[in-house]
């Protein structure tokens, strides 16, 4: 009943009157590089597999409801049911071609549920599936995995519209689809359920977005900001079509999140002097948390240089710390979103004219 409950709720975002029905096409569980994926039913509707000119149709309920894709010379080698299909890509809706809930694989690793369709294609040896999902259910789906169970819904809801607008404006970061599933775009799992925190935020939320210009900006946000958000030239990442402000974040100011990381001299010069691009290098060689922030000091003891610094993630917008403090200390997520992207405004997208 309650998956029930979650797809009618985004049929009914789709259906809703006048609602500017935008998508977004997510490339998933690129992490694990996968060569072999599988695709079954999920929430009790039929899946419509086109691949090379055949149809398949994966009933639910049935004891052999999963299509296996794998990575097969410069193509795809589909298999289902006893049949084999080579294709360059496949596609997988509902029978309408309709969005519809089904689950993505990888043998041994992870089974995930999305909503929305799929595409999947090999790139480079690998197979690479794409959602394209309605712009509410990606946004439900990130807040879900960013903030905890516990986060105050008035901070759920500014996370929303600051992911909202990023998927409206941070397109053109990768090639083959719109954005990753990982913290390079937005981290996105599965559809929460409909009566769940975050997807109450999202509905409560809907459509409204941060405008600058009456365009949407490319908000970002981060885990804790160490006293004060940072503007774009501190971290050197170049100015989109939104400044980025320093603000002060009374929580962070008071208390900080503080930490300590101890590096050789070879990877502190990986690191040292480069701002966010060089912290993200090390991240990527060493684990996502190996520099927290890029707000820190060096100095070197005996051959080693350590680093003792504040805050989690880049520092710029939404400190997602921060928010939860304002939404505890009673703020709506007005103010919280008016707070972290000053000269900014919030905009609908049923009614804006940059659509
Ligand atoms: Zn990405
Ligand atoms: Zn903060």
């Not at 149709?57 to 049949?83: D, K, M, Y």
């Not at 404006?169 to 769940?196: I, N, V, W, Y």
């Not at 980025?244 to 962070?252: E, K, L, T």
Request: aromatic fraction near 8%.
């Amino acid at each position: 009943m309650k998956r029930k409950g979650l797809l009618s709720t985004f049929a009914f975002l789709l259906a809703a009157p006048g609602a500017f029905a935008q998508q977004v096409r997510i490339g998933v569980l690129g992490l694990f590089h996968p060569r072999e994926i599988t695709l079954g039913a999920a929430e009790g509707e039929a899946i419509v597999v086109t691949a090379a000119g055949q149809v398949f149709v994966l009933e639910p309920g049935v004891r052999v409801a999963t299509a296996r894709i794998e990575v097969a010379g410069p193509g795809l080698l589909l298999q289902f049911n006893g049949r084999l299909v080579h294709a360059d890509e496949m596609h997988a809706a509902g029978r309408n071609q309709q969005a519809v809930g089904f689950l993505v694989g990888i043998p041994g690793k992870i089974s995930r549920k999305y909503q929305g369709t799929l595409s999947v294609r090999a790139i480079n040896g690998e197979a690479v599936p794409v959602v394209t999902m309605d712009l509410e259910t990606a946004v439900a789906s990130v807040v879900a995995a960013e903030l905890t169970k516990d986060t105050p819904l008035e901070a759920l809801k500014a996370q929303a519209i600051v992911t909202r607008s990023y998927f409206l404006a941070g397109k053109g970061r990768h090639q083959d689809f719109d954005f990753c599933d990982t913290t390079h775009c937005q981290f996105l799992r599965e559809p929460p359920r409909a009566e769940s925190p975050p997807a109450v935020a999202t509905v409560a939320t809907r459509s409204l977005f941060i405008a600058h210009g009456e365009k949407p900006i490319t908000a970002m946000f981060t885990g804790s900001c160490g006293g004060h958000t940072r503007t774009l030239a501190e971290v050197g990442v170049s100015p989109g079509n939104y400044p980025y402000y320093s603000v002060v974040c009374d929580v962070c100011y008071k208390s900080p999140v503080r930490w300590t990381r101890k590096f050789s001299e070879q990877e502190a010069a990986q690191l040292l002097g480069k701002g966010e691009a060089g912290r993200l290098a090390v991240d990527r060689h060493l684990g996502w948390d190996a520099v927290p922030s890029n707000n820190y000091t060096a100095r070197e003891q005996e051959g080693v240089v350590i680093l003792e610094g504040v805050g989690q993630g880049h520092g710029i917008g939404l400190c997602q710390r921060g928010a939860r403090a304002m939404a505890q200390a009673g703020a709506s997520f007005r103010e919280i979103v008016s707070h972290y992207f000053p000269n900014t405004t919030l905009s609908n997208l049923n009614t804006s004219m940059a659509f």
